[in-house]
């Protein structure tokens, strides 16, 4: 039986339908907290029968068993998902940019589809000035801070710093949350995918600050001038993105915008209280 489930992330409802999908994205943790019963704004159609493309591919990249393969045609994007060793594919989707709905192959893995539905939200989002980013976010003072980092350098160890030793530290997410700008300000979200951290919350909250993380023998954090916070925030975007000439001049022209309005800082540092300390005595005081 076709079914639609929808979610409102970021002020945004995506919605899921396909047969028996409610199972399914029950099965995934994080976006129960996100469930409504609001009008689908965009929806991912999970369909047993999508004729495949020639598309031309722009990215390929793992993703745990798998290899990922995204590229487009002249108007569509296409994202294919491949098993490594027996080489079949298990997912597939296909976006007529500026449609609101994607068609997808249907699937039961739950982690495919989870990833899936990541990068489908991303599609939607991106052109409407909204796109998840790589951090670990802290709210601290009624605003959110973001730490930026590849995936090692220690972001949730930082993060679980501040938690033990700043006074009223919350933890928003632990790996994507999302972006917005909204009139004259920035804001961050809590989303369904929080990386190996179970934390969802359906919340938002002006952005403090955004911190790149180093690791380092002493403590020292540096605010970062214009051309280096876009170096210091760039990669931290949606990766497959960057290979598009379609979404990367949407992508530059929203950090421009962020970057206008909120500092960029470096943070080089040992896992330990007093880099936390440090940290939020440099963000608080601007």
Not at 127 to 148: D, E, R, Y
Not at 188 to 202: F, L
Request: glycine fraction near 6%; charge should be negative.
């Amino acid at each position: 039986m076709n079914e639609t489930v929808s979610y409102r992330i970021a002020g945004h409802v995506l919605s899921v339908s396909g047969d028996g999908v409610g199972v399914v994205m029950s099965k995934i943790h994080g976006f129960s907290v996100f469930r409504t019963e609001q009008p689908s704004e965009w929806t991912v159609n999970l369909v047993h029968n999508l004729q495949s493309i020639d598309f031309v591919v722009l990215h390929v990249f793992d993703f745990e068993q798998y290899d990922c393969h995204y590229g487009c045609t002249e108007k569509t994007d296409v994202l294919q998902i491949i098993e490594r060793e027996t080489k079949i594919e298990v997912f597939r989707l296909h976006y007529n940019r500026g449609d609101n709905t994607i068609a997808a192959t249907y699937t039961t893995d739950t982690n495919v589809l989870r990833y899936a539905l990541w990068f489908a939200f991303n599609l939607f989002a991106v052109p409407h000035k909204l796109m998840a980013i790589h951090s670990s976010t802290i709210v601290c003072n009624g605003k959110a801070n973001l730490f930026l980092g590849e995936s090692g350098t220690g972001k949730s160890t930082h993060t679980r710093l501040w938690l033990n030793n700043i006074n009223g530290s919350k933890l928003l997410n632990d790996d994507s949350p999302v972006l917005a700008v909204e009139d004259d300000r920035i804001m961050v979200y809590g989303s369904p995918w929080s990386g190996k951290t179970p934390c969802y919350h359906n919340i938002g909250f002006p952005v403090n600050a955004f911190v790149r993380l180093q690791q380092a023998k002493q403590n020292i954090i540096t605010k970062l001038s214009v051309f280096q916070a876009f170096a210091a925030l760039q990669p931290s975007t949606p990766p497959s993105f960057s290979y598009s000439d379609f979404y990367l001049p949407k992508i530059i022209d929203f950090l421009d915008i962020v970057l206008k309005q909120c500092p960029i800082f470096q943070l080089a540092c040992l896992p330990n209280s007093e880099a936390a300390e440090l940290a939020y005595s440099t963000l608080y005081k601007q």
